[in-house]
């Protein structure tokens, strides 16, 4: 019940439910890891008053200072330290999303503690850590003196191995996650061991990525087990950013309890957006306010569709990809598009959510063209990244592509578009790697490709074949109504005229061209973004372009 103290309102506990109070315009949650059962490590870098300069524990700890002593909040006494003062991280001000936070150097900056017995003979583990690192890093790991596995093992590791990937470990089981790069982006990142069942899982901001079967943890307490924080026992991969908090429970928690974990380090952190947006704490926490559910019908479809597969979409996401909706509806032009994809979502190694396309039809509710889904040929989950300068799907320009299940011939043949958001930076010379070609069988080119890294090439079912010079990340639309009308980044470019052929009868591959039923031309650029429909005009290709543009924007591609 609130209870008003001067202009400030409390909220009082009553039952389970978590206290909110409401102090001046901050708002603070209540909610207390230590309230499930079996934390025995709590690493918060918010609280400075469980921070000391020295590894004695003394030296009051103000933003800016060095950190030698991190105390463990959990009750279990496993507080880390470092006697060297130059390997000390920092509190560092407005270091994650505005907050302060335990900054390491990348260089030798590490925590430890020696008898460290907490992850050792272990029936269950879960692991919980608000990180970022910008190269091959490991967040921590547990070992006993003569340097063997005990129990932890390592967590969150970047190897600098091709294809990279983010590795947690149990004893010495591995459970790897493919990327792009070597980096650890800011996340939620979480490992649940169950010993019991034989799993582990690992979670990116509430979204499984992984789940493999995991050898029991038996390693005896007896070697002197160290717990590292920051680095790889304090010789390599080091951490170069944040840890904001980190939690140990030494048991496996059960999907409630993680969840409202999650939740808590989500909203904490303002990485609420990052959550699935099927999350209980998608939007919201106590303490912590709202934020507005999307509501454009397209958008929703898409969500449920990228669910209905086992794929998963984030908050932030879902919310930019009902912008972009909005925007298309606003500019009266969704009936232009027959099918089109933005690669995004959260997937595993299957990429589901990447292959589901937003629209499929000129109407939500009227006929549906091609595959539900793009159909994955030799993809790989560190193909793609949702976010950031590499987002979108790479190709290898020798085997991997897409099948749309979209004929060319449901177009009309002087009413029709294609389009592609791409790196044009990543292709390489004389690719067709998006379209269909009959050439050789009875009809003709429908495609977008690059005759080089400085431009791109299209060909609309007429003769002849256009090129547009550019570079870098670029829309390249082609809009067929007798004349090929290309338009790059939303204004008219080169066009090429000429009768139309009868259009390809064959599906439309994407990273490849579909040569008379079979892939061959290979793209090797990244793709983030396609789509297929009816013709457009300036304007209507301007106004598309406006909002394709703003959503990669959104999601840190441009």
Known sequence: MPVKLGTQDVTLKLGSQDVTAYLGAEEVSAFDPTSIEGLVGWYDSLDLTAMAQNSDGTGVVAVGDPVGYWADKSGAGNHVTQATPANRPTATASAVNGKTALVFDGSNDS?????????????????????????????????????????????????????????????????????????????VYESVYDGAAGTMKTFYSGTEVASGAGAPATTSATAGPILWIGSNVGINNFINGPIAEYLIYDRALTTTERQKIEGWLAWRWGLQAQLPSNHPYAYSFPGFGS?????????????????????SVSVGTLAAVNTFCAAIDAAGIRDRFYRLNLFCGDSDASLVAVRVPLYRGPSLGGTQYGNALDTNNNFVQGDYAETGATGGLKGNGS?????????????????????????????????????????????????????????AEFRCGIPGAGSVASSGKIQLLVSGNG????????????????????????????????????????????????????????????????????????????
Request: charged share 10%; net charge neutral; hydrophobic share 35%.
């Open 291 to 311: 934020q507005a559910r999307p509501d454009n019908g397209d958008a929703l479809a898409w969500e449920s569709a990228v669910y209905s597969n086992s794929g």
């Open 399 to 455: 085997s991997k592509y897409l099948d749309t299940g979209f004929a060319a011939n449901v177009l009309g043949q002087t009413d029709r578009h294609m389009s592609a958001f791409f790196d044009l930076a990543t292709s390489v010379s004389n690719r067709y790697w998006f379209g269909t070609d009959q050439s050789g069988c009875g009809s003709s080119f429908w495609a977008i490709g690059s005759s080089s890294t400085a431009s």
């Open 483 to 558: 004349t090929a009308q290309s338009y790059l980044n939303g204004s008219a470019s080169t066009s090429v005229s000429g009768a139309a052929f009868t259009a390809p009868a064959q599906n439309i591959f994407v990273h490849a061209l579909n040569r008379c039923g079979s892939p061959t031309d290979f793209g090797s650029c990244r793709v983030q973004a396609y789509s297929l429909g009816a013709a457009f005009t300036a304007q209507q290709a301007a106004d598309f372009y406006t909002a394709i543009l703003a959503f990669q924007a959104a999601m840190g591609r441009v």
């Open 111 to 187: 925590l430890s503690r020696t008898g460290y017995t907490s992850q050792t003979s272990l029936s269950g583990l879960t692991r919980i850590m608000v990180v970022s690192s910008s190269q091959v890093s490991m967040a921590t790991r547990t070992l006993t003196s003569g340097l063997a596995e005990a129990g932890g093992g390592q967590c969150f590791f970047t190897t600098g191995s091709s294809p990279a990937v983010i590795r947690c470990s149990i004893n010495t089981y591995h459970l790897d996650v493919a990327r792009q790069g070597d980096t650890i982006p800011l996340r």
